[in-house]
Structures are given as structure tokens and as C-alpha cells.
């Protein structure tokens, strides 16, 4: 399986953000990756809405990231800010990266 770290939207709706994070696990799933989301793990003991906080869940995403195969970025709803970290930091370290989109297929 290749280890995956997904971007995916978490700020603005979070309902729908959250919602959508977990569809992006499930298609990488069906894909047979190893999927990592740091936004829906994270958030469950760091508040986004602290700053400190947030840099703090961003950097240990990242951490994760480098070391994983592959970094996914799901598109169906734009690119956040924490999202192009995420892609800005894959292409530092020649990271491959894939656009997605799960919507309307």
C-alpha cells in the first residue's frame, strides 16, 4: 500500500469540510492506499482557532507527510491556505503529488 497524507479543505464549513475529509479517506481506501488526514485527527485535541495551536497541527502534518509515498490534494472545493503548505512542502522535497476529485465522477 502506498502511504498517502490527503489535503483536503478544513477551514470555513467545517461540517461539510469534515464530511468531505471522510469521503476523501474512503476513495483513497478503495484505491488500496494508506491514507493519513492530519485535519481530522488533529483537531480532535488542538483548537484550529488558536493560532499557535493551528501551526502547531500544520507542522506535525507535515512532519507526516515527508514521510509518505505520495501527497493527494482533493480539489472538488478549492485549495486552502493549509493546503498549499501541504503542497509547497511536497514539492520541496520532490514529493509526487495527484489532484482529485471524488464529486461528480
Given at each position: 500500500m502506498l502511504k498517502v497524507v490527503i489535503e483536503s479543505p478544513y477551514v470555513g464549513d467545517l461540517v461539510r469540510n469534515i464530511k468531505y475529509a471522510r469521503l476523501c479517506l474512503l476513495d483513497s481506501l478503495?484505491?488500496?492506499?494508506?491514507?493519513y488526514l492530519s485535519h481530522l485527527i488533529?483537531?480532535?485535541v488542538l483548537d484550529?482557532?488558536?493560532p499557535e495551536q493551528r501551526k502547531?497541527?500544520?507542522q506535525a502534518g507535515l512532519e507526516w507527510g515527508r514521510v509518505a509515498d505520495l501527497r493527494v490534494v482533493y480539489i472538488d472545493y478549492g485549495i486552502t491556505s493549509g493546503m498549499k503548505k501541504g503542497i509547497e512542502d511536497a514539492k520541496i522535497i520532490?514529493?509526487?503529488i495527484k489532484y482529485r476529485r471524488i464529486m461528480g465522477k
Open positions: 478503495k484505491r488500496g492506499e494508506a491514507p488533529y483537531p480532535l484550529d482557532r488558536v502547531t497541527g500544520i520532490h514529493q509526487p
